[in-house]
């Protein structure tokens, strides 16, 4: 599977595959700029595409979680491991 195909399947799982474009300014610590530069390298991205991919993929976390999923990783010795993000409980709008 290509990169984009997985990223399509991403916007597909979450619902936001097309629409415009926001520019944002995002002010973040050494250490969460290190880690975007890291995943920019590892897979051959951009630092904005690696902050798209990771806000796609905590709202698909949230949006299963607040629908009473799990997130389950399993170990490479095959033990299965619940992964808890601390997530909210919806906030009222403002």
């Keep these: 599977m290509s990169k984009r195909e997985a990223t399509d399947q991403i916007d597909a ?5 097309g ?3 926001v520019r944002l300014t995002v002010n973040v ?5 290190d880690a975007l530069k890291e995943l ?3 897979h051959a991205t951009t630092l904005t595409e690696e902050v798209r991919r990771a806000i ?7 949006d ?3 629908a009473g999923g799990k997130v389950l990783i399993e170990t490479k010795d ?3 491991r619940e992964i ?3 997530l909210a409980k919806p906030a009222k709008a403002l």
């Design 84 to 86: 808890v993000f601390g």
């Design 13 to 17: 799982a979450i619902g936001q595959s």
């Design 56 to 62: 796609s993929v905590w709202k698909y976390l949230d």
């Design 29 to 33: 610590s050494t250490p969460v700029a």
């Design 78 to 80: 095959g033990r299965m």
């Design 40 to 42: 920019a390298s590892r």
């Design 19 to 21: 629409g415009g474009v």
């Design 64 to 66: 299963e979680s607040l």
